[in-house]
């Protein structure tokens, strides 16, 4: 059986977190609004001056398909609107995108669908990764709300090898979740600066017991242990 995931943000995370995720046999929907621009091209180094004014979306979905994976693409912002739509047939979904709202839409939606879930995060020198699933606090119990004034890779600025050494965590957790690994579910891996120390601190928290996500979500019959694609 094809394990399906979504990858939402086709950057400097969803870069390698796609290629990672093709390449190990999931068949992929990658979303994402945007085009490459000029000012991308440090850190999302799977686009060169050819992609400029492309769709990010399908130019990464291409080059999963040219490595011999299955990857389709939806040029739009996942919301929570638009989440069934675009995740109902998914396994797993994985957040790469740097915008706050959106990485609430994907947990939320997650959490209350029984999915299993990954968010990812990076800016400046350092990043996170929460590993979530079914039954254990999550990112709102953790968040609470979208910080509007976060700043983004675009404003603050990411060294460029950071969303690589990010996303290269993110889709190892991911194929961990795939395979029924649960030893990080419920924990973030926060990495404070990744020129000085590559060792996450592991922070595993409590759910809140009024959390708006999670407190009244049922264990979903979604949440069982999924198998890697068979060798194509
Ligand atoms: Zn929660």
Redesign the pocket.
């Known amino acids: 059986m094809t394990t399906r995931a979504v990858v939402v943000g086709a950057g400097g995370l969803g870069g390698p977190i796609a290629l990672a995720l093709g390449a190990a046999g999931l068949e992929l929907l990658i979303v994402d609004p945007d085009v490459v621009e000029l000012s991308n091209l440090h850190r999302q180094i799977q686009f060169t001056t050819a992609d400029l004014g492309h769709p990010k979306a399908p130019r990464l979905a291409g080059l999963v398909v040219g490595r011999g994976g299955q990857a389709r693409a939806v040029v739009d912002r996942f919301t929570a609107a638009r989440a069934d739509a675009l995740a109902a047939d998914a396994d797993l979904i994985v957040d790469a995108s740097d915008d706050p709202a959106t990485k609430f839409a994907v947990a939320d939606w997650a ?1 209350t669908s029984g999915r299993p879930y990954v968010i990812a995060a990076a800016l400046r020198y350092g990043g996170n990764v929460m590993v979530g699933a079914p039954g254990l ?2 990112y ?2 953790l968040f609470e709300e979208p910080d509007r004034e976060a700043p983004s890779c675009a404003d603050a600025g990411v060294l460029g090898p950071v969303v690589g050494a990010i996303g290269g965590v993110a889709a190892a957790v991911a194929i961990g979740l795939v395979r029924g690994e649960r030893g990080l579910a419920g924990a973030l891996l926060a990495f404070d600066d990744l020129r000085a120390v590559a060792d996450p601190r592991i922070v595993r928290f409590a ?2 017991r009024d ?1 708006p ?3 009244r979500a049922p264990i979903s019959p979604f949440e069982r242990p999924v198998k890697l694609a068979e060798a194509r």
């Open positions: 959490v606090a999550c709102r119990c759910a809140r959390c996500a999670c407190a």
